[in-house]
């Protein structure tokens, strides 16, 4: 069995009174898209409000590769749903003149950033759109899904969200790679970094479901996607330094830190880098002293949760070799 290395798990219960509404974010309203371009017609379907990467992948190769080529449709509608079917079912697939495409679902729009080259036609892939979250009391923390894996191989799932100011700049963003096989259903919440001047402040919420890396992955590699939600940082309880349930230190370090614990309550240690991956969720001790010497050189981001799996303390902190 493989591990999971980069994927945050937490519990529903904790998140359900924060939980934001995602267009269609239970996958209903499937229908079978045309795509456009192709000779003979090519198939595939999506829900409403979401857009398949095949469809657009095979566009393109019909535009500028070939037209008459072998294409495999990559998203379906399962009936091996989380709750009330249907779900979404996510593949990787090998795509003729295109080679190894990921399945992709995202609730924004696939575009064109340039003239693609006929040997990457995915090379000039941007993403237009995503949910409105302009009226959101505060930015968005995480966020959350149902998915079950079965990866090929030593293939990897990623699981990616994006936050737009309303001049379209990323001011944060997820990445997390999911490197396990999960054969039930399982609630993901990959936790968002934010980096770069907020400008006008969160605008746009893009998130993109993938059964591998763009640009590569192994066929068949499988990703299923369900009930999709995202959470608005609230539960982040902001205390001063007097106040604050782990004393840290020291920052910057050179990977030995210690977290000295103010409180008889249990609490966990969340890591992140720069593009969001976890790098440390374990429990904490009254004294911990943990070594981070085998991270590269560069600034971390922390969350010290309750036993509740609440935010009580974040803070971020400097590796310096």
Not at 32 to 58: C, H, R
Not at 63 to 90: C, E, L, M, R
Not at 197 to 207: R, S, V
Not at 293 to 298: R, V
């Amino acid at each position: 069995m493989k591990k999971l290395f980069t994927l945050t798990l937490v519990l529903l219960a904790g998140l359900t009174s924060k939980a934001q509404t995602i267009t269609n974010g239970t996958m209903d309203g499937m229908h079978t898209v045309q795509i456009a371009g192709t000779n003979p017609t090519e198939y595939t379907q999506a829900p409403a409000s979401w857009y398949g990467l095949d469809s657009f992948a095979i566009t393109l190769a019909a535009t500028y590769i070939v037209q008459d080529s072998n294409y495999t449709q990559q998203i379906f509608s399962s009936s091996n749903a989380h709750t009330g079917a249907p779900a979404a079912k996510i593949m990787t697939r090998d795509q003729d003149t295109l080679g190894i495409v990921a399945g992709c679902l995202s609730n924004c729009k696939p575009i064109l950033t340039g003239v693609p080259n006929p040997n990457n036609i995915l090379g000039s892939l941007g993403f237009s759109g995503g949910q409105d979250i302009s009226t959101a009391p505060h930015r968005p923390g995480s966020i959350g899904v149902w998915i079950q894996y079965a990866p090929k191989g030593s293939d990897t799932a990623h699981i990616i969200a994006k936050v737009l100011n309303a001049g379209d700049s990323v001011i944060g963003m997820v990445d997390s790679a999911v490197s396990a096989t999960l054969a039930t259903y399982t609630y993901v919440t990959p936790h968002i970094t934010y980096s770069g001047p907020m400008g006008t402040g969160p605008k746009k919420l893009q998130i993109i479901l993938m059964s591998s890396r763009l640009g590569g992955g192994v066929d068949s590699s499988t990703l299923f996607a369900d009930d999709v939600a995202y959470t608005i940082a609230t539960d982040v309880n902001e205390v001063n330094a007097d106040q604050k349930a782990v004393r840290f230190g020291p920052n910057p370090s050179t990977g030995i830190v210690y977290l000295y614990s103010n409180v008889s309550e249990k609490l966990s240690w969340q890591v992140f880098n720069t593009s969001g991956q976890v790098v440390v969720n374990k429990e904490l001790l009254a004294n911990n002293r943990e070594d981070l010497s085998k991270l590269p050189s560069g600034t971390y981001f922390y969350n010290i949760l309750n036993s509740k799996g609440e935010v009580v303390q974040k803070d971020k902190f400097t590796i310096a070799k």
